[in-house]
């Protein structure tokens, strides 16, 4: 978009809008023009949650959740498996496993993982805290749901070599979730076979 064609403030929201997974120069035009059309039902709402969001929600401390609670509600939760800690690569990961109701224990969310592409090293993610967690005490199995790409499983197995040793099952996610997959992209009964189906490593 020309410099002369549009003020200051509407080319920093579409540059904004742009950063965001899957909208190009092109979809961050007709998603800006689209909220200054809808200034009263859309964008002034849309501003105040998202201001509002970033003053009040934040990582839960306990499993790395987003949450405006410490910690989060799922860690509150009564009735779940405190013995059980399903290790995720990031929160809609979380998100997912969630949805499908299949798991009923306790999440631990890495952050991301392992890429030496990427430059991700294991002081980039919230593994420490894990370990922390498991020689606590209390927890007897963690599952590893990682997604089935090369940097998952590589996590996987780092994570795996480390709580090697320490009293507790690891294990992780078997038959449904096919190489290369995402968890967020799974449907709900091929999350929970995977879950049914978990493996010692």
């Not at 809008?17 to 200034?39: Q, W």
Request: aromatic letters at 2%; proline letters at 4%.
């Amino acid at each position: 978009m020309s410099q002369n064609s549009a003020g200051p403030e509407i080319l920093r929201l579409i540059e904004l809008i742009s950063r965001l997974p899957g909208l190009g120069p092109r979809s961050a035009r007709r998603v800006a023009l689209f909220l200054l059309k809808r200034r009263d039902t859309l964008l002034k709402p849309l501003a105040d949650a998202l201001a509002e969001a970033g003053e009040k929600i934040e990582r839960c401390k306990t499993c790395g959740n987003f949450d405006t609670v410490q910690p989060c509600a799922v860690c509150q939760a009564d009735g779940r498996d405190d013995g059980l800690v399903c290790v995720v690569e990031d929160v809609p990961d979380l998100w997912a496993l969630e949805r499908g109701g299949a798991f009923r224990g306790r999440y631990h969310v890495l952050g991301g993982v392992l890429s030496a592409i990427d430059g991700i090293t294991p002081e980039d993610l919230n593994i420490p805290s894990l370990v922390t967690r498991v020689e606590a005490g209390g927890v007897r199995e963690v599952i590893l749901a990682l997604n089935a790409t090369v940097d998952g499983q590589t996590t996987a197995h780092y994570v795996a070599e480390l709580l090697e040793g320490k009293d507790v099952s690891v294990t992780r996610l078997a038959h449904g979730v096919p190489v290369g997959g995402e968890l967020d992209h799974l449907d709900d009964g091929t999350l929970a076979a995977a879950l049914r189906s978990r493996r010692d490593i």
